[in-house]
């Protein structure tokens, strides 16, 4: 044996393959990487946001003060409060309505993600493993719903359901699952026709357990980078939902309803009323751009050493 | 060598494969790929399966394992037509009838550690106590060459040839009667395939194995093969015992397959029979014997009547119209 081969031995002697030592595993490859830890602390803080906002904010978010209307970021408010990040123009503190904007961002943009890629990857992987009929539906049933600009789509859906938080991200959902399963399907065609997933069925595994367990987590990669990006385009639909009468009720405040009801004082040089929405969308994007990234290299086998 | 009982009867089998085209993407034609293939596997024993690129020998290994539905023709194994089973009770009995896959680089799942391959391969079989199946899982790799050790690693963290033990362990993992080793060498570098010749080599006598050991190149048949089947275009040609067959090759096409095989004795020369051309198309095949557009002793007879296969010799079978009297030329 040479002495590469021996220090690849013990190598592979001290690895674990537990939960625990992958958890170690995935902080400390985390650590090393450093903009990952970054990613986290930001979701994190959104998700604190998210559940204790009410708690968190200096004011009430729906609090008029007309007096002090599109003031300026850090002046002082009512009750010796700050504004600290302005006022709109109804007076409402920008902070606070961030701070509770988070809960319904967060949840429709994480929840019609996982809706619309739980259809999608499924509708995927059926398409591309049986082929035939199935595949010619599926793909024809998202082709037509491509035709359809996604919005009429979804102005339909929701005056038929009705407008609410949970069928708006059954909307939404449905509106991303043709991505997921365009791209799924594509790589389920060529895994089918490998010799590992022939391997599977010689062994006696059953059709779920090819598809799920031996084509499923070596098409995952792709797709949570392209999941990360789809929350952002999440986040500003349910922004123009809204604004339709479609989506939450106006009084309740989203980042992506904060973004569009700046667009009129932009004009009058009121910069906070867009730039602070759109930054915390734009983090949160990127958090999960970068989470997505990693999450892809840690999963992958190949990257294990350089990681 | 006593005749032992068969444990692998194919009869008759036949694939095709449907050639689309047109803009309604009907079904214009057929490949043959395999037309009405029959031999059998004696309990212990190894049967190659030998032809060139094309001749169906791979599509034969897959239907016998029924990996694709046959269009005709039936498997049987140990008295049991695998054709009807229901697809739960294939998946049950495959545990019986295993694969070694030709490219080890394709088949191990790169997202899977060797401890989980081996591992579900026994769970899916209920083979063993929970508790007990890492000590078997153990017990395999030292098997096939491989340490304790290199169970947690992933595939891409092997060799060709360690992949290719990795498969063998996969395929041994269930106790299988039977093994369908497919090209298992021909991926690999030279230098290697000779140790996972002699792996599978003493592995079959250990284990009491029966494979059906498909080969495109006869020098690597002659050493782990009992007896071989030579297969043109989807049909064989001769079937005879290694030795006879090496010995005495009856069909034009053995002996010219033989002839391309280098020989280390430098005075022996066998004569070189070259075939010109290339397979003829299996969607089109020649009439009567398949062979006689390349054979180089074709006559009238051959494109009129398909030959059979007839003795020719003790165990010999050889499908030729002009050789079937025994007397090669």
Known sequence: ?307 | MSIREDLLRVDGLVKHFPVRGGALNRVVNHVQAVSDVSFTVRRGEVLGLVGESGSGKTTVGRLVLRLEEATAGTVEFDGTNIMQLSKAEMRRFRKRMQIIFQDPFASLNPRERVRTVIGHALALHNIGAPATRGDRAIELMEQVGLSAAQLDRFPHEFSGGQRQRIGIARALAVNPDFIVADEPVSALDVSVQAQVINLLSDLKDELDLTMLFIAHDLAVVEHVCDRVAVMYLGKIMEIAPAAALYDKPNHPYTEALLSAVPTPEPGKKRKRIALTGDIPSPIDPPSGCVFRSRCPRAEAICAEKTPELEQVGPDHFSACHLTRKGQPS
Do not use: C, H
């Open chain 1, 1 to 307: 044996m040479s002495e590469i081969e021996v220090g690849v031995a013990a190598y592979g002697d001290v690895r674990g393959s537990g939960w625990r030592s992958e958890l170690q595993r995935a902080s400390r490859v985390m650590v090393a990487a450093r903009w990952p830890v970054l990613a986290v602390a930001f979701l994190l803080f959104a998700a604190i946001a998210a559940v204790f906002g009410g708690w968190l904010a200096p004011f009430d978010p729906n609090r008029q003060n007309l007096v002090l209307r599109l003031a300026d970021p850090m002046t002082s408010g009512p009750d010796g409060g700050v504004f600290l990040l302005g006022s709109d123009a109804l007076g409402r503190d920008v902070f606070s309505r961030l701070l509770y904007g988070a809960r319904v961002s967060l949840t429709v943009g994480f929840a019609a993600i996982t809706v619309g890629g739980t259809i999608g990857i499924t509708a995927g992987l059926l398409s591309g493993y049986f082929g035939g009929w199935l595949d010619d539906l599926i793909m024809r049933l998202g082709d037509i719903q491509l035709a359809f600009p996604f919005i009429l789509l979804a102005i339909m859906f929701l005056v038929v359901l009705g407008s609410g938080v949970w069928n708006l991200i059954i909307v939404l959902g449905i509106g991303q699952w043709v991505t997921y399963a365009r791209i799924v399907r594509a790589d389920t065609l060529s895994l089918r026709e490998k010799e590992f997933v022939e391997a599977a069925r010689a062994m006696g595994d059953s059709t779920f357990s090819i598809i799920f367990r031996t084509i499923l987590p070596n098409i995952l990669a792709p797709l949570t980078v392209i999941a990360s990006f789809n929350v952002a385009s999440v986040i500003l639909s349910e922004a123009a939902l809204s604004f339709l009468g479609l989506g939450v009720p106006p009084e309740v405040p989203t980042w992506g309803s904060m973004l569009a009801e700046s667009r009129d004082t932009l004009v009058a040089n009121k910069w906070w009323l867009a730039v602070f929405p759109g930054v915390a969308i734009m983090l949160t994007v990127l958090s999960f751009n970068i989470l997505g990234d990693w999450l892809r290299d840690f999963l992958d086998p190949r990257l294990r050493e350089r990681t």
